[in-house]
Every structure is written in C-alpha cells, then in structure tokens.
C-alpha cells in the first residue's frame, strides 16, 4: 500500500474533515446536489479562493501531484476544516476524494501478495475514523439518498468503534480473480451427514456479571478426524479442478492439527490446483477450565498459508424455556477483532459464523459498520429457515452470501426434516431477471432431499456474474 508521509497526511485531513461532519451530520440529498452542482456559487467561489490548487482553469477538479501538497497546501486545508462550514466541508471532502485518486494509484505497490493495514490515514485513534481505499464490486447496487456514497467515490471510511478492533486485508484481483473472469464461482462444502462433533452435557458455572448460574456447552472433540481431514483434502481438490474462486467449509468440523496437516499436504503437493480462497471448517478449541474457549474460522490463501483468524463473537443459545449457552469467549480481556479482505471486482468479503449471523444486533452492526459485498457464513444448525429468509437480507446495499450448514447437524436434531437444503449462495447482480427469483439465489438440497449414495466430492458451486 502507498505509504509516502504526504499522501497519508492528506488522509489524516480527511479524517478530520468525516469526523466534523459526523459530529454536525450530513446535509440531505437535495441541500448536497445544491453544494455539488452549482460551480458558480459559493462555496466553490470560497474553496478556489481558499485552496485554488484544488481546481483547474476550467473549474474541474485538479489531480493533485506529491509536490502540490506542500506546507502552504496543508496549513490552508487544516485552516477550512479548522473554521468547521458544514457545507463548504461536504465539498471539500467530495473534492480532495477526487484531487489524490491519481496519485495514490501511481504510488500504490504491493510488497507482498496482500497486505494488513488498519487505515490510509494514521489518525485512526484520534479521529475514530479509518479511511480505506474503495475496492470495486461488481454487484455494487446505488445506495439511494446516500451522501457519504456521493461524497466518496474513490475512498471511504469505517467508523472506527470503541471495543472492536477492524483488521482490513487487500488482496490483489488476480490472485482470485483470472484477466477476463467472467463469473466469480463460489462453492460450498457442506462435507458429510455422518455424526462427528461431541458435545458435552449440558453444566453450570457462574455468569462473571451477574453472578448467577447460567448454563453452559462445549465441544469435546471430533470423530473420526483422519478420515475427516481427508475428505477436507479431496473437496478443496475437487473444487479447485472445477475452478471454484471461494470455498466455504461449515462450522466446527475443524481442528488445529487437521488445519496444520491441510496447510502442509498443499504446500509439499504445490501443483495441485485448489480454489484461491477456503473458508476451512471452524475450529471449536477448548482450554484448561474452559476459561478461553474459542470457535474460530480461519481464511486460507492457495491452501498453503493463514491469511486471517475470524472468531465468532456470539454465544449460540440452545433450549426455549432454559437456555443453553456456547462456553466461548470467557475472557473479557481478550480483543475482539473483525477481518475485512478486500479486493478489486468483489468489493469487501467477512466471515460471519453462525448464530453471529442469526443475532440480528450483531449481523446489522457488522454490516452497517464494514459495508461487506460478500458475507461467507460457515454454520452448524439444525435449521435452515432463518438463514434462507436472510439469504437475501444484505441485497439492499449489494451484499451477496455464501451459507455452508452441514447434513452432520442432523444428528444433533434428531431428525432429517430440517434438512431439505444444506446451504445457499446469494447470486445478486446487474443481470438478474426480476421475473426469475432463481437467478437471484442458488439453494442446495440437504439429507433429506439429497440423493447421493455417498458424500464423497460433496461441493455445490453457482457463478455470480463480474459483467456489468
């Protein structure tokens, strides 16, 4: 990423500029088509006044060089934001995300494959504001009355919140996706129907708050988990001769030492071809008197490297009347972290675990906070119905998902009827018929419907189109 003193100055700028305007709000739709429209009135009269380096003879936006941002530049720009105009600050906001676009592409690199960052700017903690660099979706729906959307065409930003730390991770396009890529092909592994997760019974230990019992689960361990890593090889082979972009795996069908024995069979086998991104299996991991439980899904590059950790936050909740809960997270002091990949032609992709994705508070906030274009939920449930009304949830703000449940739960349920499908992909995109529901979404049969002997290659795929 572009690390050059100057640019991210102009980033901190920004910040400062987002944080005014969240501070007094943003102007509605028609105040801000005032502002923008009229190049003769005011406040482009007093911004060519105050910054002039921001515009051309021809009153267009000016591509900012390096040399430009000089010390005169940055002390007239901190002076604007400094005298707090609101409106004069939309339009230098919507300028300067034009003026330094040029730029920033010009000194853009990548060190490695993908890169870690927190933000552009490096006033993150002051501002609470991240600013990132927009990555394209070719699904991207118009968020209708957006003034953030019309300021920023190039960037944007993420709050930045008290308690969660937002880890963003940019990939470069042809690492997933191939020069002339038609389709992004999306697949899911729902694995077996064969039982293989232990639970424990059900017991109780006090909640650290309240200081009442509360009652709790954990995952013992898995069955059969050679056989299990195996299968796991095989699919990720299987899906990669298929030629599947992103993989997703269900939830608790991994452990650590499955994830180690993957990672290093792929890398000795290198010229096996496996789909660029694999949601693995999550790994339910217990600790000594359970005091940091965890059940984590691991994002993989090539099947060869880790590139990020996402832990579920949530606690699933089983029973009606007594409530059961999943013993993670126990540890108040740990940091709660959400991943963010970003990349040109899908936008932002997150993983969502879950019940996390069920928890209606905690699904908004992610999505409201992040602004994901492709949500992969890895599941273990003994349910489809929610998740299937959610499938097409994020479509208002272009948001396709990837739902991987697994026929394995049915042990858990006790019964098959809730296994009709086993999993969905959101196929949202600009040529979707309106008079075909079936082109909006693929769902894909479960236990009780499934018809194959066997679970052996058990991959299901669908393309959502990058062609606009």
């Known amino acids: ?82 005298e707090a105009d609101i409106y004069l600050l939309h339009l230098l906001a919507y300028c300067i995300d034009r003026a330094i676009k040029q730029c920033y592409n010009g000194l853009e690199t990548f060190e490695e494959e993908y890169e870690e960052i927190e933000g552009l700017n490096d006033n993150c903690a002051e501002t609470g504001i991240i600013i990132l660099k927009r990555s394209t979706c070719a699904w991207h729906v118009r968020n209708i009355g957006s003034c953030m959307e019309k300021l920023f065409r190039n960037f944007y930003y993420i709050k930045k919140p008290a308690s969660i730390r937002i880890s963003n991770y940019f990939l470069q396009r042809f690492s997933v996706l191939r020069n002339g890529k038609k389709n992004l092909r999306a697949a899911i ?48 082979e299987y899906a990669g001769t298929l030629g599947v972009d992103i993989l997703v795996f269900p939830e608790m069908l991994g452990s650590q030492e499955m994830l180690d024995n993957v990672l290093e069979f792929f890398r000795r086998n290198y010229e096996k071809k496996v789909p660029p991104l694999v949601v693995f299996p999550s790994i339910w991991e217990k600790t000594e008197n359970d005091r940091n439980n965890t059940n984590v899904s691991c994002l993989l590059l090539d099947g060869k490297e880790v590139m990020f950790k996402q832990n579920k936050r949530i606690r699933y909740c089983m029973g009606d009347e007594i409530k059961i809960f999943e013993d993670i997270n126990r540890d108040s002091q740990m940091t709660d972290v959400l991943n963010v990949l970003h990349i040109d032609g899908i ?3 997150c993983i969502i675990i879950c019940y996390d994705y069920l928890h209606s508070d905690n699904r908004e906030m992610i999505k409201e906070l992040l602004q994901p274009t492709l949500i992969c939920c890895p599941s273990f449930s003994t349910g489809s119905f929610n998740f299937q009304i959610l499938q097409e949830n994020g479509y208002y703000m272009g948001c396709n998902s990837i739902w991987c449940n697994t026929c394995s739960a049915a042990n858990v349920a006790g019964s098959d009827k809730n296994f009709k499908i086993v999993g969905g992909i959101g196929t949202l995109n600009k040529n979707c018929d309106q008079l075909d529901a079936k082109t909006f979404k693929t769902v894909f049969k479960g236990k009780k419907m499934c018809k ?15 062609k606009k």
């Open 1 to 82: 990423m572009v690390k050059n003193r100057r640019l991210v100055g102009i980033f901190n700028c920004s910040a400062m500029i987002i944080q005014e305007i969240e501070k007094q709000g943003f102007c509605d739709e028609m105040d801000l088509a005032s502002i923008l429209e009229d190049t003769t009135g005011q406040y482009y009269s007093c911004l060519r006044e105050k910054l002039p380096i921001l515009f051309e003879e021809n009153n267009q936006i000016h591509s900012l060089r390096l040399d430009e941002m000089n010390e005169d530049f940055f002390s007239n720009l901190k002076k604007i934001i400094s």
């Open 189 to 236: 592994s729902p694995l077996t129907k064969e039982e293989l997760v232990i639970f424990s019974k059900p017991y109780d230990r006090m909640n650290i708050r309240t200081k009442q019992k509360q009652h709790y689960f954990r995952v013992e361990g898995l069955k059969n988990t050679e056989w299990l890593e195996q299968e796991i090889i095989s699919n990720m």
């Open 347 to 349: 936008g932002r992709i």
């Open 452 to 466: 194959k002997e066997t679970c052996s290659q058990c991959v299901y795929h669908s393309d959502i189109p990058l």
